[in-house]
């Protein structure tokens, strides 16, 4: 079946210091890929859509600068947290779709997440 | 834009009785409705999904049902295991239009031995 591998899977980073996570689709193409951000015991919150190509669109009340998506290739999308702080400390999940919509889930993939720590 | 709500935020069981989880969405374009499981420190695996065209489906101990007139769907899961235990998020999308999925609160299921 279809994998998205997110990298990495934990970090920890200084305040004000900026971290990248990838979100890799393995065994297909992937024309679009979500960003959720995820808090303790809370749901998944859509921040942004990524189409490979063009530019991200985000949701409202989320900062487009401070969280930076790249969709350079069907197989990679890219959040960049900069400058983070403590309140940016959270798990962040990516989700691709396969361009064929093959297999269950309408073609629908999440990554295993990232869990990261501000401090 | 759409509105999920899920009940019952915990739920625990016996090992062996049944589980169900309930869902409320309120847009009525809204086709696909999957359900998933996700374990501490790990992504959602999806685990069961039902499309509007469709009341029921089953997948050994899991079920799932909806009810597109009154807007709600469930998740059944009988003789419950050890294993089951997780947070279960249901979700409802319109994939044929690439639309996102919106998620419900989340369920922590926990079964007792």
């Known amino acids: 079946g279809a994998v998205v591998s997110q990298h990495p899977s934990r970090v920890i980073c200084k305040s004000g210091t900026s971290v990248k996570i990838e979100c890799r689709s393995l065994d297909f193409q992937a024309t679009t890929m979500f960003w959720y951000r995820q808090f303790p015991k809370q749901s998944l919150m859509l921040m942004a859509t990524s189409n490979e190509g063009s530019k991200a669109t985000y949701e409202q009340g989320v900062e487009k600068d401070k969280f930076l998506i790249n969709h350079a290739s069907l197989t990679l999308s890219t959040l960049t947290v900069t400058s983070a702080h403590p309140e940016d400390s959270s798990f962040y999940i990516c989700?691709?779709?396969?361009?064929?919509?093959?297999?269950?889930?309408?073609?629908?993939?999440f990554g295993s997440g990232t869990r990261l720590t501000v401090v | 834009g759409e509105n999920v709500e899920q009940h019952p935020s915990t739920l625990s069981v016996q090992e062996g009785d049944s589980a169900v989880i309930k869902c409320t969405y309120s847009?009525?374009?809204?086709?696909?409705f999957p359900w998933y499981k996700q374990e501490l420190g790990k992504g959602p695996q999806l685990i069961i999904d039902?499309?509007?065209?469709?009341g029921e489906k089953k997948d050994q101990r899991i079920a799932v049902t909806l009810n597109k007139t009154a807007k709600h769907f469930s998740l059944h899961i009988t003789e419950t295991q050890p294993e089951d235990s997780a947070v279960y998020f249901c979700a409802a999308s319109r994939p044929d239009t690439g639309n996102q999925f919106y998620f419900g609160t989340g369920t922590s299921l926990t079964v007792i031995p």
């Open positions: 847009d009525s374009a809204s086709n696909y």
């Open positions: 989700s691709a779709r396969d361009v064929g919509g093959r297999g269950g889930n309408y073609g629908y993939t």
């Open positions: 039902i499309r509007s065209n469709v």
